[in-house]
């Protein structure tokens, strides 16, 4: 049951990589811990080009890497402007947008904050 939570958890990490409005540290850190008792599954996650280092800085510095917080803004404003530029048709899905690229920007630049890089 645990390694089926971690799986929802590894997708909805996933979907987030793409989707600036979902959260991926936090789903690919709660997938860990669900797939925590599977050593060949956790040893994978952690090792994983897309979602070590979310995992190792956390383990490690309760942080995620600068270059990891770096990467997630960028990605996050690209989808966005890409998003208002062809998408958005109505002024206030553009305002709502940038909204919420402030709010996960400064999530990442606060929250994910402290220990090593």
Do not use: K
């Amino acid at each position: 049951m645990l390694e089926l939570a971690g799986l929802i958890a590894l997708a909805a990490g996933a979907v987030g990589v793409f989707l600036p409005v979902i959260p991926t540290t936090p789903f690919v850190i709660l997938a860990a811990f669900c797939f925590s008792s599977n050593p060949r599954v956790y040893g994978w996650l952690e090792h994983s080009p897309f979602f070590g280092d979310y995992i190792r800085g956390w383990r490690e510095h309760r942080t995620i890497p600068t270059r990891a917080r770096v990467q997630g803004i960028v990605m996050v404003w690209a989808v966005l402007i890409l998003t208002m530029a062809f998408f958005m048709t109505e002024e206030w899905h553009r305002v709502m947008l940038t909204f919420i690229g402030l709010c996960v920007t400064i999530h990442l630049l606060t929250v994910f904050r402290g220990g090593r890089d």
